[in-house]
Each structure stands twice: as structure tokens, then as C-alpha cells.
């Protein structure tokens, strides 16, 4: 079985470190990538660290989803690329491509998905999927996506992920030109919701815990920020978003984001902390409010995804980071000090 070099948790409370992990030879619709870039998404750390009670880590666990790389083999029966060619794979890498969710484009839902990581593997090469902070992967052509040749690519690996997450809910919505439209957590997935509603021509407003994002909300494309501590500021805002976008990681008080919304206005969760959030029923009923939730989206909405990130020249803003110096990136991931994605520098682990 061939080998490729990893980074791996060993359990919930130990630091990343080098692995060689098992990677299957390409079957007749698999592609094999080199990885160039992995990006550093907060659910990586959510899942390296058995945070997630709904799904258990099963160690080791190499995390990394928001993955670029170049193809180097590729199977017999494989259509959409060739060797050489730029890929990106995001959070899924299987489905059993013939149910309704499947051919609804809708891979993210299908009852038989395989995620990136810590996945049942279908094809038995490890107990689970082993995601991109790794030297390479192979996965079905389906699941790799062709990324526009004029994008910097340690940027595009968290459209992979932070990208479709964000702009799903957002199309799902309809047209948001004119609209007021709110993103809450100023992080990985919420710089990319700012980048796009201002794209799709919506009045964009931050709303922050941290005040001294305020400038850089502005620089990214945001209209105004609104600090959540300020009283004030909420009050002034109450009653007048018609949608807002939800990412924070941590346990917090939805209701009064809910507050923020006029009448048949949407929240939309795609942050996701492991504790239930509490929910004022008042706060839904008056003003016939809805409450939503979304999850990264299918590999057709990934495409199309990518293609308006190539058109409107939109890419994450990262910090680039060797492997070795991933545990320090999740403690300032922790601290929201990182502006706004980390983006693994995969070159880094042939010294491993
Ligand atoms: P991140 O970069 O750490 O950003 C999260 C942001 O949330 C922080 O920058 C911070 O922004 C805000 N925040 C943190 N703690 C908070 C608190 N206690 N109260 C209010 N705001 C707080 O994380 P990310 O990579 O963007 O991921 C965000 C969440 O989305 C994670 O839970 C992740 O697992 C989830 N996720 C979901 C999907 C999906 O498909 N639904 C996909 C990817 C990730 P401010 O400093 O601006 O307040
Ligand atoms: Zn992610």
C-alpha cells in the first residue's frame, strides 16, 4: 500500500505531529493529488480535538478540508481531468451518487457520504478517511473541482470549505442586491461572507465581538460593524436586517442576533458549537422570523462557486504557515488572532 506523509491528533488533548499514513493506488475513476495548500478550518479543530459529541473523533485523526493540489495519476475511466491539471477538494470525497439528495446536486446530504476526514473509509485503506494536512490524497474525479487558473492558491484552498459554506446560504436566500444583510464572527468563514454579500451587492454589516476588527471589517468590503456588546448599537439595528449569517465557533447567545432581524427575516447557523443554543420563542413570533441552518454545499454550487470567486477575482485572505506550525495555529485560531484563514504551506512536511 503506498504511503503519504500526515499530521495528526493522537487524542483530544495532544498536539498535532508526523504520521505515514495509508493512501489507496487510484482506481479506475480516482485522481491522486499532490497537496500544495491545505487550509486551517475551525471545524479541524473542533474534530482534532473531540469536540463534537453528535460525531465522536476516531484517533489518529489527520483533519484538513479545504484542500488544492496538482493531479499526478489518474485512473483509466477518469473524464473531467488530467495529470497536471490544479484541483480542489473541499469536505466530501465520496457519495453513493444515485440517491435523490445526489442527483438533486445536493452530495452533502446524501445518506452515504464520505467526508474528507474521519469518515467511514469505503474502500478499507484505513478505518477512516484521512483529510489534507498531508502530502497527498486520492479521491473519485467527481469530488475534485477545477479551480481558475488566474487565483493565488494558497487563497483559494479555503474557498473549499469557508467559501461554499458562505456562499450557499447566501444564493439559497435569492437576489441580495439592495438588502441588509449581517455576518456574525469576523473569522474564517465570516471574511468570505463579507466578501461575497458584498459581491452580491448587499448593504454588509459586521457584527463582532472584537472592536479592534472594526477597520478591517471596512477594508474587506463591510458597510458599518456593529460591536455585539454595545447595547446601543444592537438597539439602533433591531428590527432591520433581512438576513444574517451566522459562523461563530463557541457557545453564545443567538436571541439577540435574532433581534436584529425585520419581519420574516433569516438567521442562518453555519457555525457550529457542540451546545445546544437556546431560543426565545417570543423572539421568532414577533415578526415572523425563521431560524435556519446550512452545510457546506454540493460539488455543482462548489463549481459554480469557484467560477464567480475567478470571475470576481475573490480569494481568501490568509497567512501562510508551515506544518510544524500548526498546534500554535490553533491556539491563535482560539484567540481570533489570525487574519483571516491559515493556510498550510504543504511543501513544509517533506522535511518531516
Ligand atoms: P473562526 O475562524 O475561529 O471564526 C469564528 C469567529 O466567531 C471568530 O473569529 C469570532 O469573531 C467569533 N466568535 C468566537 N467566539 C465567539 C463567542 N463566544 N461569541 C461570539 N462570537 C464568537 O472559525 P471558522 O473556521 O470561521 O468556523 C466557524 C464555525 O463554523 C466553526 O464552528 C466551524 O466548525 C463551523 N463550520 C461550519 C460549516 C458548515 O458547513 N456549516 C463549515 C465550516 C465550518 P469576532 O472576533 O468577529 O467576534
Ligand atoms: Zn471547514
Same mark, same amino acid.
Given at each position: 500500500?503506498?504511503?503519504?506523509?500526515?499530521?495528526?491528533?493522537?487524542?483530544?488533548?495532544?498536539?498535532? +505531529?508526523?504520521?505515514?499514513?495509508?493512501?489507496?493506488?487510484?482506481?479506475?475513476?480516482?485522481?491522486?493529488?499532490?497537496?500544495?495548500?491545505?487550509?486551517?478550518?475551525?471545524?479541524?479543530?473542533?474534530?482534532?480535538?473531540?469536540?463534537?459529541?453528535?460525531?465522536?473523533?476516531?484517533?489518529?485523526?489527520?483533519?484538513?478540508?479545504?484542500?488544492?493540489?496538482?493531479?499526478?495519476?489518474?485512473?483509466?475511466?477518469?473524464?473531467?481531468?488530467?495529470?497536471?491539471?490544479?484541483?480542489?477538494?473541499?469536505?466530501?470525497?465520496? #457519495?453513493?451518487?444515485?440517491?435523490?439528495?445526489?442527483? =438533486?446536486?445536493?452530495?452533502?446530504?446524501?445518506?452515504?457520504?464520505?467526508?474528507?476526514?474521519? #469518515?467511514?473509509?469505503?474502500?478499507?485503506?484505513?478505518?477512516?478517511?484521512?483529510?489534507?494536512?498531508?502530502?497527498?490524497?486520492?479521491?473519485?474525479?467527481?469530488?475534485?473541482?477545477?479551480?481558475?487558473?488566474?487565483?493565488?492558491?494558497?487563497?483559494?484552498?479555503?474557498?473549499?470549505?469557508?467559501?461554499?459554506?458562505?456562499?450557499?446560504?447566501?444564493?439559497?436566500?435569492?437576489?441580495?442586491?439592495?438588502?441588509?444583510?449581517g455576518v456574525v464572527g469576523?473569522?474564517?468563514?465570516?471574511?468570505?461572507?463579507?466578501?461575497?454579500?458584498?459581491?452580491?451587492?448587499?448593504?454588509?454589516?459586521?457584527i463582532?465581538?472584537?472592536?479592534?476588527?472594526?477597520?478591517?471589517?471596512?477594508?474587506?468590503?463591510?458597510?458599518?460593524?456593529?460591536? +455585539? #456588546?454595545?447595547?446601543?448599537?444592537?438597539?439602533?439595528?433591531?428590527?432591520?436586517?433581512?438576513?444574517i449569517l451566522d459562523t461563530v465557533?463557541?457557545?453564545?447567545?443567538?436571541?439577540?442576533y435574532?433581534?436584529?432581524?425585520?419581519?420574516?427575516?433569516?438567521?442562518?447557523?453555519?457555525?457550529?458549537?457542540?451546545?445546544?443554543?437556546?431560543?426565545?420563542?417570543?423572539?421568532?413570533?414577533?415578526?415572523?422570523?425563521?431560524? =435556519?441552518?446550512?452545510?457546506?454545499?454540493?460539488?455543482?454550487?462548489?463549481?459554480?462557486?469557484?467560477?464567480?470567486?475567478?470571475?470576481?477575482?475573490?480569494?481568501?485572505?490568509?497567512?501562510?504557515?508551515?506544518?510544524?506550525?500548526?498546534?500554535?495555529?490553533?491556539?491563535?485560531?482560539?484567540? +481570533?488572532?489570525?487574519?483571516?484563514?491559515?493556510?498550510?504551506?504543504?511543501? +513544509?512536511?517533506?522535511?518531516?
Amino acid at each position: 500500500m503506498p504511503t503519504a506523509k500526515a499530521y495528526a491528533a493522537s487524542s483530544p488533548t495532544s498536539a498535532l +505531529s508526523h504520521l505515514s499514513i495509508p493512501r489507496r493506488e487510484p482506481t479506475d475513476r480516482d485522481v491522486e493529488l499532490d497537496i500544495l495548500y491545505c487550509g486551517v478550518c475551525h471545524s479541524d479543530l473542533h474534530q482534532a480535538r473531540n469536540e463534537w459529541s453528535a460525531m465522536p473523533t476516531v484517533y489518529p485523526c489527520v483533519p484538513g478540508h479545504e484542500i488544492v493540489g496538482r493531479i499526478t495519476k489518474v485512473g483509466s475511466a477518469v473524464k473531467k481531468h488530467k495529470v497536471g491539471d490544479i484541483v480542489g477538494v473541499g469536505c466530501l470525497v465520496g #457519495s453513493d451518487q444515485s440517491c435523490p439528495q445526489c442527483a =438533486a446536486d445536493l452530495e452533502q446530504f446524501c445518506p452515504h457520504a464520505t467526508f474528507t476526514y474521519n #469518515s467511514p473509509d469505503k474502500h478499507g485503506t484505513a478505518p477512516v478517511t484521512y483529510g489534507g494536512y498531508s502530502s497527498s490524497i486520492v479521491v473519485d474525479e467527481h469530488f475534485a473541482l477545477t479551480v481558475p487558473a488566474n487565483l493565488s492558491l494558497p487563497g483559494v484552498a479555503p474557498l473549499l470549505c469557508a467559501g461554499i459554506t458562505t456562499y450557499s446560504p447566501m444564493r439559497r436566500w435569492g437576489d441580495l442586491k439592495g438588502k441588509k444583510v449581517g455576518v456574525v464572527g469576523l473569522g474564517g468563514l465570516g471574511h468570505m461572507g463579507v466578501k461575497f454579500a458584498h459581491a452580491f451587492g448587499a448593504h454588509t454589516v459586521v457584527i463582532s465581538t472584537s472592536p479592534k476588527k472594526k477597520d478591517a471589517a471596512l477594508a474587506l468590503g463591510a458597510d458599518e460593524v456593529i460591536i +455585539s #456588546s454595545d447595547a446601543n448599537e444592537m438597539q439602533r439595528h433591531a428590527f432591520s436586517f433581512d438576513f444574517i449569517l451566522d459562523t461563530v465557533s463557541a457557545d453564545h447567545d443567538i436571541n439577540s442576533y435574532l433581534n436584529l432581524l425585520k419581519i420574516d427575516g433569516t438567521l442562518t447557523l453555519v457555525g457550529a458549537p457542540d451546545k445546544p443554543l437556546p431560543v426565545s420563542a417570543f423572539g421568532l413570533l414577533f415578526g415572523r422570523k425563521r431560524l =435556519a441552518g446550512s452545510l457546506i454545499g454540493g460539488i455543482a454550487e462548489t463549481q459554480e462557486m469557484l467560477e464567480f470567486c475567478g470571475t470576481h477575482n475573490i480569494t481568501s485572505d490568509v497567512e501562510i504557515i508551515p506544518i510544524q506550525k500548526i498546534n500554535e495555529a490553533y491556539d491563535r485560531l482560539l484567540k +481570533s488572532d489570525v487574519k483571516y484563514r491559515f493556510s498550510i504551506d504543504m511543501a +513544509s512536511l517533506k522535511s518531516e
